[in-house]
């Protein structure tokens, strides 16, 4: 069964502060994707990543590929408080890559 | 171009009944998948539609069911509502072909059920 499992569950920061958001399984995926949604709205796709040991930059957010493609991680960089919202990790579900599995989330929420 | 639009935004219904929820997708998407969202959590995979037929499904029972029409909305009904089906259920539209991993979702359908 496949599963991701996103750390920390919640977290509280204050604006200006650097913070990481991990995504872990113990299955191989051959992508995964981060999205961020914001209350009242679905999750909007940040970035996906396919190649193991890829780091890919968004701005101010910073995205690895684990090397053995079974994690990932999101860095924030000086943190805004438009950064608010639920974080999600999300991979192929059965190999599928319009089918998606995500991750338990993270709830970031950046006080100005 | 319009995004995926979803309806109604809330509803409340109670146990036992039944509900469908719908789903325009997004202009030239021609797939479309549902997701349960329980609060706090991930989405959920329900399943997913392309040429009007179930292209694979996620651990849910029958009670679930959808369809796809010829212009690639959906519609998502639910059966026998029991509490634990209270969730925001989204939908996902995408296209087959290079970008197929490029979801859009919809803001998606509040339910709740008492």
């Known amino acids: 069964t496949q599963l991701l499992e996103q750390s920390p569950q919640f977290l509280s920061i204050q604006e200006g502060e650097n913070l990481t958001v991990y995504c872990n399984s113990s299955s191989v995926f051959s992508s995964l994707q981060w999205y961020r949604q914001e209350p009242g709205e679905g999750p909007v796709l940040l970035v996906t990543?396919?190649?193991?040991?890829e780091v890919k930059k968004l701005k101010r957010l910073t995205f690895q590929f684990g090397d053995a493609r079974k994690d990932s991680s999101l860095h924030i960089t000086a943190a805004q408080p438009g950064d608010t919202g639920l974080y999600l990790c999300a991979g192929p579900y059965g190999g599928a890559t319009n089918k998606l599995i995500f991750g338990t989330g993270t709830l970031l929420a950046v006080q100005p | 171009e319009t995004g995926v639009t979803q309806s109604p935004t809330h509803l409340i219904k109670t146990r036992g009944q039944q509900v469908t929820l719908r789903c325009s997708s997004q202009s030239g998407h021609n797939t479309v998948s549902w997701y349960q969202q329980a609060l706090g959590q991930g989405p959920q995979f329900i399943f997913q539609?392309?040429?009007?037929?179930?292209?694979g499904r996620g651990n849910f029972p029958p009670r679930f069911s959808g369809l796809q029409f010829p212009n690639y909305s959906s519609e998502l009904n639910v059966n026998a509502l029991e509490l634990d089906d209270s969730a925001l259920y989204l939908c996902a539209s995408s296209d087959s072909g290079a970008r197929a991993n490029v979801l859009t979702f919809g803001a998606g359908s509040r339910l709740t059920v008492l």
């Open positions: 539609y392309y040429r009007e037929e179930e292209n």
């Open positions: 990543v396919v190649t193991g040991g």
